[in-house]
């Protein structure tokens, strides 16, 4: 079997049926049976990747499916006691339970999942889908029906409400994304901002241009605006960032320092320095009061590119540290989650002495096969073709040899994760849309500003 072949077969095993329909794909397959209970679920995020799969190929009844399945699990939610339900909430995954002869779906909004962690870009990636499925399919009617329509209106107002802060990012708890485990990413990661800037310009065509949306839709535009330079200006670092960082005054005042958050030049790590070349650059994982967090993270900087929130001298330069720091970036199995892992004291205290987490492996520094195809897509997006063929012919070889680990162990990513699922589906489709985008065609802005397939003209 080819990898093609062997990606596809997974892919197509991996699908959940309700009713009769297709509507998910599971996120693990795990061959020897012992994968664990919550990876019987199909995640939302994980879909994304699937999603992807399936709409290039013109499979868009499986989308649509999903995308009303999770739509009507967010109707059904309940709020904690004590708690006034937000309305906008989507579920992290779900499953087709049969009980009694009868079929049902439960979904997981983070009240079973492990660390009982929040899952806030399961909101994200449902409305960058529902926009997706609409550009792809041309099918317009399925996000102008009513209870569509209601339920962006119900994500945005809980979005866009007020919070305890003024800053345009949005405030999130430990473990709301990909990385769904304490690890420090609490506050304001990266991931997460991009996510949300690549929804709030999804909203500009999912929201119909009625009087009932156009106070809401005129908040998301501005709020995209305030979002996407507040990142370019304080998430942006390279060699003259690091030198203004470096020579920060503190306990700075009023509205005119230049220091707004008050870091501390003392907390710029001592590799940073030496790692980032002088003509490269990236979006530093995490701002807030006090805080920088320099580690890099893969997803974030390179959706930032897909989604143009970035410059395109700055998207660039981006890809220009992978080709940099490839092996420590891309290493012999794509793709580092983040960069470097965290080790020691504070290993211990910011994951709370996970054993999953433990140095260069799973979150902390470990190697995804998920996130291939968005390095393929951003490399493409700014004319790096070379780069995007070399990471995808590495993956090639280690992928469908080790049978589609969830991830991979060590400083270079030679060794397979040692408590990862075989067999991972978001690795295989994660490949297979990296194979698509690479052979296809180009990924390009849409209508909304984020990621679309442009099909390559052949002469
Ligand atoms: C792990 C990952 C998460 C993923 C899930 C299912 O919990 O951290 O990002 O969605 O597995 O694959």
Redesign the pocket.
Known sequence: MTPLESARSLLNASIIEYRGEPVGTV??MDPSGLVAD??Q?C?V??FAASALVFLSQGETAIVRNFLTVVMELHQRRHAAEGHRLNRGVMP??FRVVHEKGKETIRADFGDR??GRVTPVDSILWWLLLLDLYRSSSGDAELSAGDDFQCTIREILEMLMGEGFEEFPTLLVPDGA?????RMGVYGHPLEVQILFYGALSAVDDLLLDTPENQLIRELAVKRRQSLRSYIRMYYWLDLSRLNEIHRFNNEEFGHDSVNVFNVYPESIPDWLEEWLPGDCGYLVGNIGPGRMDFRFFAAGNLLAVLFGVVYRQQAEHIIGLYEARWDELVGAAPLKICYPALEGKEWRLLTGSDPKNVAWS??NGGSWP?LLYSLVGAALSVNRRDLAGRALQQAEVALARDNWP?YYDGRSGRLIGRRA?LC???SAAGYLYAHHVYHKGQLKKSESGNWALQERQEN
């Open positions: 996120a693990a919550n990876y679920d995640f995020r994980d992290a995954s999942a492990i994304f990909m990385i769904d485990r799973y979150h998920a969830e699922n991972q589906v978001w």
